[in-house]
């Protein structure tokens, strides 16, 4: 398997989609939104999620195939933090380093931007997904993260990218910000 990570925009939005669908029919108790919010969802509303002024949305592809997604979100209260969103890998290549790649690709460009940290929020027992945070460098924060419909709260999850600005990790062979001005 020979991944690539392409970054993607609103005119992407009909190669994003599938993916999107696919992590929230895959994992629905991972993300904050759901499937029915997304499945009949216009193209304008799929190209608005793609056009967050200062975003970098990547998929992950194999071959022909997106395997993967992930996007990083600027913070524009606090320009030192970065958020991570929208993580998923499909089964097929999960355990493959696409989740690292993914997030590494996502630190360096935070700290391109000139940001000390990266956030995520995850849901508190997925722990699949907090083994794949931890490997990557991300730590508890102790912070209340959004609250669950079961009344639990996200788990907030931080990056140090004074430490760690995105080691070079990548599984392909060319890096996204290469693909498209």
């Given at each position: 398997m020979t991944i690539e990570l392409r970054r993607?925009?609103?005119?992407?939005?009909a190669t994003w989609?599938?993916?999107?669908?696919?992590?929230?029919t895959d994992a629905p108790h991972a993300f904050g939104s759901r499937l029915?919010?997304?499945?009949?969802a216009?193209?304008?509303?799929?190209?608005?999620?793609?056009?967050?002024p200062g975003a970098m949305d990547l998929l992950a592809v194999d071959g022909t195939t997106?395997?993967?997604?992930?996007?990083?979100?600027?913070?524009?209260?606090?320009?030192?933090?970065?958020?991570?969103?929208s993580v998923w890998v499909a089964p097929r290549a999960r355990r493959r380093g696409v989740a690292r790649a993914l997030?590494?690709?996502?630190?360096r460009w935070a700290a391109d931007r000139g940001a000390h940290a990266?956030?995520?929020?995850?849901?508190?027992?997925?722990?699949a997904a907090l083994r794949t945070y931890e490997r990557a460098g991300f730590k508890a924060t102790g912070e209340p993260g959004d609250a669950l419909p079961d009344g639990r709260r996200e788990l907030v999850m931080r990056r140090d990218l004074t430490v760690d600005p995105g080691v070079d990790r990548t599984v392909t062979a060319r890096r996204p910000e290469e693909e498209r001005p």
């Open positions: 993607v925009t609103a005119d992407d939005w989609r599938p993916v999107r669908l696919a992590a929230l029915a919010d997304w499945q009949d216009p193209e304008q509303r799929w190209r608005a999620r793609l056009s967050v997106a395997v993967g997604m992930a996007s990083g979100l600027p913070v524009p209260e606090d320009p030192a933090r970065a958020e991570v969103v997030l590494d690709t996502i630190a990266l956030d995520l929020s995850v849901v508190p027992d997925n722990t």
